[in-house]
């Protein structure tokens, strides 16, 4: 039998796949996994899930304090793209979905 914990921490962690799907849609070159593109898109896809597990989990207060940090990781990111590369980082919104 698997442990509870066990079973929902496997829903809210990526699967290496999934980072692989990410990576190849969202990377500038291939084998990119640091440019804020990729950052912010891994993030946003952590951040859906780890919203999903909170909607059912309503008093999980630790996986709530780490979806604000991630929150504020992609909202750091996102401001230095916006800077660097505002283009981009409209380019990227749209993608994602996350402005209206």
């Known amino acids: 039998m698997t442990p509870r914990w066990f079973t929902l921490r496997s829903v809210i962690v990526?699967?290496?796949?999934?980072?692989?799907?990410?990576?190849?849609?969202?990377?500038?070159?291939?084998?990119?996994?640091?440019?804020?593109?990729?950052?912010?898109?891994?993030?946003?896809y952590r951040i859906l899930d780890l919203t999903e597990h909170l909607k059912a989990h309503k008093h999980d207060e630790h996986s709530r304090r780490g979806l604000l940090?991630?929150?504020?990781?992609?909202?750091?990111?996102?401001?230095?793209?916006?800077?660097?590369?505002p283009q981009r980082y409209?380019?990227?919104?749209?993608?994602l979905g996350l402005r209206k």
Do not use: C, F, W
């Not at 990526?14 to 070159?29: C, H």
């Open 14 to 44: 990526l699967t290496k796949e999934k980072k692989q799907e990410i990576m190849q849609e969202y990377a500038l070159t291939a084998g990119d996994t640091g440019s804020p593109e990729v950052q912010v898109a891994m993030l946003t």
């Open 69 to 85: 940090m991630m929150v504020g990781d992609r909202r750091r990111h996102l401001s230095y793209l916006q800077k660097v590369n």
């Open 90 to 95: 409209r380019s990227l919104i749209q993608r």
